[in-house]
Every structure is written in C-alpha cells, then in structure tokens.
C-alpha cells in the first residue's frame, strides 16, 4: 500500500504551525480526504484495505500530534456542541426517529450514506458526533444522549421510566438478523442495534478482513432498522463509540507502557486514597473525576489470564474512538420524488 509520505508531511507541518483549535481541521480531514467513498473506490471496493490505508494515515497524523503534547485530546474530551444529542435531535424534528448503532465510527459513514441513497432517504446532514469520555457505551447513555438516563446497559432502554415520559419507544436489538415490529402511528422510536460492536469485541477479532464482512452485513442491519421505521419521518442515524484499529504497525511503540498504570486497560478510574498517574504524551489525565485514559494510537495490554485477541479496541480516547456518525435522514421519497430529484 503507499502513504504519500511527503505530501503527507508538509500537510502535518502545516497543521502542526497553524494557530487554533486541531479538532475542526483534523475532522474536516478525516471526513473529506480518509473515510471517503471516492477512498473506497480507490482501492477497488474493497472494504479490508480501506480500512487498513485509512487507520495508517490516521496513526501517521495522529500520532505525531499525540508526541507533539498537543491539545488534541482535550478537545476531544470537551463537551460537544448543544445540537450533538439525541434531545437536541428530537427537538428539531419532533416525531422523528433515532437508530443507534453501537461501535460505529466515522469510517463507515460514506457505507451509510450509501445505503440511504439506495434506500430513498435523502440526506439532510451528513456530519459527525461524539462518544463520550471514556468511550464506553454506558457512559454515552448517561452523558450525551441528553435524556435524563443513568449509565445504563443498552438493553435496559425499552423499560426505562424517563423514555416512556418523553413518547419515546425504545427497542434492544440483540441480532442484525433479528425482527421487530413497529406499530403504525407509534410514537417516537429508538432502535438501539448492538452490531458492529458485538463483532468487534469477538476475541477473534485479529484481522483486517473481519471488516469485509462488517461492511457487507450493514446492509442487513439497514434493512432490519432504518427500513423498518415509519416512513413519513425524520430519521437520525448515529453510534455511542467508534473503534480503533491496532494492527501491525498501527500502534506507537513510543507510547508502549503508558497502560500500565491503567492495569492494561484503557481508561481507569482511580480512588481517592490512590495517586493519579502524571499526565503525559498517550496518557490523558481528569483529575476532577479521578479519572486516567490513553489518548492516541497505544495498543493497550490487558493483564489478565487470557487477554483478547481483538485488534479494534474501544475505551480510549482516540480519533477513531471518539468519532461517530451523525447522518440526518429526510422522509422517504416517492418514485416521482426520486425520479424528479435524478432529472435535475
């Protein structure tokens, strides 16, 4: 595979040099040069290898900036923007519907937009969100969904109190291949899918080409989701986390052993009478919360009798982690809709 290294070079010297905040430039990167489908064509549709170029440019930038001591991760762990919730969401499109799917990243957001284009949704925003700190799902639910939740499992939503008081019908939905029935004229819907992350977390998962099958099966999860909702509404497509690839050579040896006072994990909460870890390049440090996360590309080394084979890892404190989708979804077209749009 071949990374225009120079080119790549002058582009980080540049970041590196220029005033203000990385995130905007670094997002607006990923989004219109790495997670592409003009990328995915490229290396000819084949989902393994753009996911392999695109996390070695990520590392490369990524964690030069990580070396750098730089801000980044700070940014990343700010609060987001007052829209970035699924409140803020149904705010502005009262009725509409929500399909989370959980551990999905930035990366498959051109896959999404595909399948919305295939399906007669038109795309009213095309953008992204973000997980939360650390970048577990239970802390997603109680911080950023901005629905009055605890930290809570996924599959506890459909019985929860606060989301029955809002008009919103949750649904856990354990298989790509499982069934759901939403009955005509319900109210607001929330369809929490547990795929790509239940094939992520596989302890088998230790290969590039488990993605091949991971962007394959999106369609299924498509059509056993978005396909499913009331048609005449809104629809918001949006993840909890993302994950990290930590293949060969895509994990900064420089950063080997920033784990160890995480006990090889990825994030640790540490108590009071325990002394907080000093904050370092890989190593992100809230000292309100008592809290020690990886920040960048380390590939963390879980302590334990048989620690997982998995090479996508999420937790931490990354791009790749903390980016999600946030793809705004229109009524669905009519045939004349869709035949009107093609013509002009």
């Not at 987001?80 to 919730?85: A, D, F, G, H, K």
């Not at 959980?102 to 937009?113: F, H, N, V």
């Not at 925003?125 to 629905?147: D, N």
């Amino acid at each position: 595979m071949s990374v225009q290294g120079p080119v790549l070079d002058r582009a980080l010297l540049d970041e590196l040099t220029q005033p203000g905040f990385r995130l905007p430039r670094l997002i607006n990167w990923l989004m219109t040069e790495v997670w592409t489908m003009d990328r995915y064509r490229a290396v000819g549709q084949k989902p393994a290898e753009y996911l392999l170029q695109g996390e070695t440019l990520v590392h490369h930038r990524e964690t030069l900036l990580t070396l750098a001591g730089e801000s980044l991760y700070d940014e990343l762990a700010a609060a987001p923007p007052p829209n970035r919730s699924i409140r803020a969401f149904l705010d502005q499109y009262p009725g509409a519907s929500v399909v989370i799917l959980d551990g999905c990243s930035i990366r498959e957001l051109p896959r999404l937009a595909e399948l919305a284009a295939a399906s007669g949704r038109p795309i009213l925003e095309q953008s992204y969100g973000f997980a939360a700190v650390p970048s577990e799902t239970e802390i997603f639910i109680g911080q950023r969904m901005g629905l009055g939740l605890p930290p809570i499992s996924p599959s506890d939503l459909p019985g929860r109190r606060e989301l029955r008081e809002q008009g919103i019908q949750a649904h856990w939905i354990r298989q790509p291949t499982d069934q759901i029935r939403i009955p005509e004229g319900t109210e607001t819907v929330l369809l929490w899918m547990r795929f790509p992350d239940m094939r992520f977390m596989d302890t088998l998962a230790a290969t590039a080409a488990l993605f091949d099958s991971i962007w394959d099966m999106l369609q299924t999860v498509w059509i056993r989701t978005v396909q499913k909702l009331p048609q005449a509404r809104p629809v918001l497509v949006t993840s909890d986390h993302g994950y990290i690839f930590l293949g060969p050579g895509l994990s900064e040896p420089r950063l080997n052993g920033v784990d160890r006072p995480l006990e090889g994990r990825r994030y640790r909460e540490f108590s009071s009478a325990e002394e907080l870890p000093e904050k370092r390049p890989g190593l992100w440090i809230d000292p309100a919360r008592r809290l020690a996360v990886i920040a960048g590309r380390v590939h963390n080394r879980p302590q334990a009798t048989s620690p997982s084979n998995s090479i996508y890892r999420h937790g931490g404190l990354s791009l790749m982690e903390m980016l999600t989708p946030w793809l705004v979804l229109g009524p669905k077209e009519t045939q004349h809709e869709t035949k009107n749009r093609h013509a002009n």
